[in-house]
């Protein structure tokens, strides 16, 4: 059945197929609060803020719910010129059960706290909420005295005074941190990572690398219509297997031989077999399989084309063969996997 199947295409595909499948439930909805400061990063926001919105589309019930605060309840300026609306204001925080409560900083936020700021952090530690910083929010936590003896990312040009002025704090070169109740990231392109890694720790690896295939194809030089991240961005992967896995995505319709594509890789099979079960952890006939498999369910997914049509347009000489292996690889049939997209 499909949950016996481990190749790296799985995490790809089973968060189409009902929370049951890759996402345990949460026991309540969770709520995070993002503080704006004057200047803040919007892109570092806004990736942030992407990971939770993309997790509530993929799942049928709402993980997470996202508040938006400034000191005063008044609009905010970003980095870009443009003002966000808020929801509440610091002192309003208090009639909020919150989880998380994230600083969004920036390349022209000013370091330098407030009276209001530091109660607010405060409070939110007193009420065990998980705190956290982008690019150089993580300021405002260590100068309320709330990340000594914690490790935490920092943007480059601020950690030589973070050092300086909070030596109790661990600055990182990573670019993003989770260090028990704290996360940070050092910059704009990493709070969609931080924000992953928080999902993951919330609804399991499946789920957050599903999501993550969604907002994270475009990183590659080349966008691939059917792509596992965690190979197609792996720079040590050998040129022979770059060149098997090519061809197994140009031809979907008509699928080679695993000796032929051995062959135009210039390898034996054996040794084709030897660096699949390697780097994607499945034989080259599973993955090739699973492959058209993908191709298929985006189709299903996607498009009204008739069931025999994809079945064709991914390889399948019979309708009854590609409905027996999608069933065996996704536990539903391609009919009633479609239905639940109508």
Same mark, same amino acid.
């Given at each position: 059945m499909g949950a016996h199947f481990e190749s790296l295409l799985k995490n790809k595909n089973m968060a189409y197929f009902g929370p049951e499948t890759c996402c345990p439930p949460l026991p309540q909805v969770k709520r995070i609060a993002f503080v704006l400061v004057e200047h803040f990063s919007m892109m570092a926001f806004t990736g942030a803020v992407d990971a939770l919105v993309t997790a509530n589309l993929m799942h049928p019930a709402t993980l997470y719910e996202i508040l938006v605060v400034s000191s005063e309840g008044e609009p905010v300026l970003s980095d870009l010129g443009i003002d966000i609306p808020v929801d509440c204001q610091f002192s309003q925080l208090g009639?909020?059960? +919150?989880?998380?409560?994230? %600083?969004?900083?920036?390349?022209?936020?000013?370091?330098?706290?407030?009276? =209001?700021?530091?109660?607010m952090l405060r409070t939110a530690n007193t009420s065990g909420v998980i705190l956290g910083g982008l690019w150089n929010g993580a300021y405002f936590l260590a100068e309320a005295g709330l990340l000594n003896g914690y490790e935490c990312a920092y943007h480059p040009d601020g950690r030589a005074i973070m050092s300086e002025d909070?030596?109790?704090?661990?600055?990182?070169?990573?670019?993003?941190?989770?260090?028990?109740?704290?996360i940070s990231c050092a910059g704009a392109s990493s709070s969609l990572g931080m924000m992953l890694a928080l999902v993951k720790k919330d609804c399991g690896e499946i789920f957050a690398n599903a999501i993550e295939e969604v907002l994270s194809c475009d990183k590659m030089m080349e966008v691939i219509d059917v792509s596992v991240t965690s190979i197609d961005c792996n720079p040590t992967l050998p040129q022979t297997l770059k060149t098997s896995l090519e +061809?197994?995505?140009?031809? %979907?319709?008509?699928?080679?031989?695993?000796?032929?594509?051995?062959?135009? =890789?210039?390898?034996?099979?054996?040794?084709?077999e030897r660096l699949f079960c390697c780097y994607v952890n499945a034989s080259p006939s599973r993955y090739y399989l699973e492959l058209r498999l993908t191709h298929a369910r985006q189709l299903l997914q996607q498009t009204n084309k008739p069931i025999a049509d994809i079945a064709v347009a991914t390889g399948f000489v019979s309708i009854s063969h590609f409905r027996r292996c999608f069933h065996q690889l996704f536990d539903v049939s391609p009919a009633r996997f479609r239905k639940g997209f109508l």
């Open positions: 009639e909020h059960r +919150l989880d998380t409560l994230i %600083i969004c900083g920036g390349y022209r936020v000013r370091p330098r706290s407030t009276p =209001a700021m530091r109660t909070f030596p109790k704090v661990s600055i990182s070169n990573h670019s993003y941190v989770l260090d028990r109740d704290r +061809l197994m995505r140009n031809n %979907i319709d008509e699928p080679l031989s695993i000796l032929e594509i051995a062959n135009c =890789a210039c390898i034996s099979r054996r040794q084709l």
